[in-house]
């Protein structure tokens, strides 16, 4: 039996978007085979690594565990969402500064998760950046670089 594709409609990156999914297809799914945003990536699709991490109504959620028609009249913010055109967000500046990524399957969700601690405390020690990033899984580059980045892109924030 073939299921009933469902219509949704929602805000994505800040722009009015609708798509149609099945019942049980990912938001993850959506975003890279529908919609064609593969800055989203699939790590572990148990929800452990932070690679599908996505900003669902500011709330740092992970895309693999949320189902595409949950999104229905909701706002996603994506890693595509951060830049402004060609203006890389501060956090993509610092991260690309300070060589905080290496094969880039976890960088997209670790700035999703620093957006939002930035987004809710625009001055986080080191120990909360460590704290809220610990949700993100890094195979490569270690911690240290990306802790830095965050903090560094924090400074920046502040000042502008």
């Not at 297809?25 to 699939?42: F, H, I, N, P, Y």
């Not at 994506?78 to 055109?85: D, I, K, N, S, W």
């Amino acid at each position: 039996m073939q299921s009933q594709k469902q219509h949704v409609t929602f805000r994505l990156n800040d722009e009015d978007t609708e798509f149609l999914c099945e019942p049980r297809q990912s938001l993850m799914e959506a975003l890279r085979d529908g919609l064609d945003l593969t800055g989203t990536k699939e790590g572990c699709s148990t929800g452990d690594c932070g690679a599908c991490s996505v900003l669902l109504d500011g709330r740092v959620v992970c895309s693999c565990l949320v189902l595409a028609p949950e999104v229905e009249g909701r706002t996603v913010t994506t890693v595509e969402g951060l830049a402004r055109g060609d203006c890389l967000h501060p956090l993509q500046r610092k991260f690309l500064e300070h060589a905080a990524l290496q094969c880039g399957i976890c960088t997209p969700g670790f700035l999703v998760a620093a957006k939002a601690l930035l987004d809710r405390n625009p001055e986080p020690s080191e120990e909360e950046v460590r704290y809220h990033l610990a949700g993100n899984l890094c195979r490569c580059t270690g911690y240290d670089k990306i802790v830095r980045a965050v903090l560094d892109a924090a400074a920046e924030m502040r000042t502008n």
